[in-house]
């Protein structure tokens, strides 16, 4: 399937807790329409397209942290960088590759809320606004989830949440191209959540394992339960 991502160069090195000191790169495949895709932790000399990113009034309504100066923006991967350090958090820069020597940003992928026996994770993303509408939203979610419950899933991940506001009509829209199957809605919690959301949950499965059939259990949804943006 054209918009299907794979885990690719990589090594894989992240597990719960522990520092990630390998660098893990995740590829999505070129579409007929759209470029390959390459997934890698962020790095500070991103901050420049960062921050150009969030100048975009949509991704400042639909994330939680702003980000107006390039201070700002170190901070927010330095953020990242510590996620990748606990074993907890691991944010992917998304950047389009049109040919082998040149590559730009066109997002940003997390999967947050990681812990040893924790069934539950989450996921979040945005698109920077000039690369919306061409799959890269999609198809970085879908490499982030092969390679999330690849890594995860024997440590006792057993799905992956997915929250947003529910007027988000094209982060729904997302979820149901990624499998992220409607799970309910979230009931509004002003001021942070001044409308309801929905919750979408990936559960593994054979089609979500690398390495085999796994088990779609019951769990406490930590994630759902804090309400935080997909960001
Ligand atoms: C939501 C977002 C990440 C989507 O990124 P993207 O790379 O354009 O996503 P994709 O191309 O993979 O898919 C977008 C889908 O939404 C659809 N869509 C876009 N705007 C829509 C709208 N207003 N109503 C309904 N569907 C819409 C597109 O048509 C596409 O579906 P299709 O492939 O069936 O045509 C991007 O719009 C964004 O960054 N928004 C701001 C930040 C944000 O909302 N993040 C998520 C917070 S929960």
């Known amino acids: 399937m054209a918009e299907t991502g794979r885990a690719g160069s990589g090594k894989h090195a992240a597990t719960y807790g522990q520092p ?18 390459v997934l890698r932790p962020w790095h500070v000399e991103d901050v420049a397209a960062l ?9 400042r309504r639909w994330t939680s942290s702003p980000l107006d100066s390039n201070a700002d923006g170190v901070e927010w991967i330095r953020t990242q960088q510590q996620g990748w350090q606990a074993g907890d958090r691991f944010g992917f820069a998304v950047l389009e590759r049109p040919d082998p020597a040149s590559q730009r940003l066109v997002g940003n992928v997390v999967l947050k809320d990681v812990a040893f026996g924790k069934p539950f994770a989450e996921v979040g993303y945005w698109t920077v606004v000039h690369a919306r509408g061409r799959g890269v939203a999609s198809r970085a979610l879908e490499t982030l989830t092969a390679w999330a419950f690849g890594h995860f899933h024997a440590g006792g991940l057993e799905g992956i949440e997915l929250l947003h506001q529910a007027d988000n009509r094209a982060s729904c829209r997302v979820a149901q191209k990624s499998r992220y199957e409607f799970d309910r809605i979230l009931p509004a919690a002003p001021p942070a959540y001044p409308l309801d959301g929905h919750l979408h949950i990936r559960r593994a499965d054979a089609g979500s394992l690398q390495g085999g059939p796994g088990n779609a259990g019951s769990g406490e949804h930590a994630a759902a339960q804090s309400r935080e943006s997909t960001s």
């Open 51 to 59: 921050v150009e990113a969030y100048r975009d009034p949509d991704l």
């Open 20 to 37: 990630v000191n390998t660098p893990v790169i995740l590829e999505a495949a070129a579409t007929p329409t759209a470029p390959a895709l």
